[in-house]
T-cell receptor, first 113, second 115 residues
Framework: GNSVTQMEGPVTLSEEAFLTINCTYT??????LFWYVQYPGEGLQLLLK?????DKGSNKGFEATYRKETTSFHLEKGSVQVSDSAVYFC????????????FGEGTQLTVNP | GAGVSQTPSNKVTEKGKYVELRCDPI?????LYWYRQSLGQGPEFLIY????????DSGLPNDRFFAVRPEGSVSTLKIQRTERGDSAVYLC?????????????FGPGTRLLVL
């Protein structure tokens, strides 16, 4: 079946540091890949997505590239801010699983001033 | 109109009781999803609806869980004979269409605590 593996957290960075959160997946066919973010006290919201290989999703300074050869969708940001502190979830929806999303366990990011 | 809404935001019940959780999707969205999120984990799929019918209910953990969407809009997740292990945040999401490329929009969740 489909699965998503995220790097273990929590991650603590200083403001303006470079961020990478690793995400790898297992799926048959060509899944769509997503990053969702959950800010403290708020619901899950889509950060970015990519629907085919080599696509790059981007939003709010975050980027992730759909790499089929390495089955990865790593999240990056060049300079994090305190306001980026949140839990980040990698997820996929696959051809064999229809519309359901399969999520990773989440990575807690804390950015200190 | 606004985003996905869920009621109640918090529910405390006793073991063995029946609970209903409600979800109001974004107007015009045809697909509706239920997930369950335990502390420190990612959401896990329970069921999704395309219109009024359950298109995939393979994530429901057992027959104590049931969901309906009678008019293709609001959905209710029903849990019978609740157990302490049912304690979690129950998330609802909706999307304009059902498809692997579609963005799902999530509600704030209902936090269920079974004592």
């Amino acid at each position: 079946g489909n699965s998503v593996t995220q790097m273990e957290g929590p991650v603590t960075l200083s403001e303006e540091a470079f961020l990478t959160i690793n995400c790898t997946y297992t799926a048959t066919g060509y899944p769509s890949l997503f990053w969702y973010v959950q800010y403290p006290g708020e619901g899950l919201q889509l950060l970015l997505k990519a629907t085919k290989a080599d696509d790059k999703g981007s939003n709010k300074g975050f980027e992730a590239t759909y790499r089929k050869e390495t089955t990865s969708f790593h999240l990056e940001k060049g300079s994090v801010q305190v306001s980026d502190s949140a839990v980040y979830f990698c997820a996929l929806s696959g051809e064999t699983s229809g519309s359901r999303l399969t999520f990773g366990e989440g990575t807690q990011l804390t950015v200190n001033p | 109109g606004a985003g996905v809404s869920q009621t109640p935001s918090n529910k405390v019940t006793e073991k063995g009781k029946y609970v209903e959780l409600r979800c109001d999707p974004i107007s015009g969205h045809t697909a509706l999803y239920w997930y369950r999120q335990s502390l420190g984990q990612g959401p896990e799929f329970l069921i999704y609806f395309q219109g009024t019918g359950a298109a995939d209910d393979s994530g429901l953990p057992n027959d104590r869980f049931f969901a309906v969407r009678p008019e293709g809009s609001v959905s209710t997740l029903k849990i019978q004979r609740t157990e302490r292990g049912d304690s979690a945040v129950y998330l609802c999401a909706s999307s304009f269409l059902a498809g692997v490329w579609e963005t799902q929009y999530f509600g704030p969740g209902t936090r269920l605590l079974v004592l």
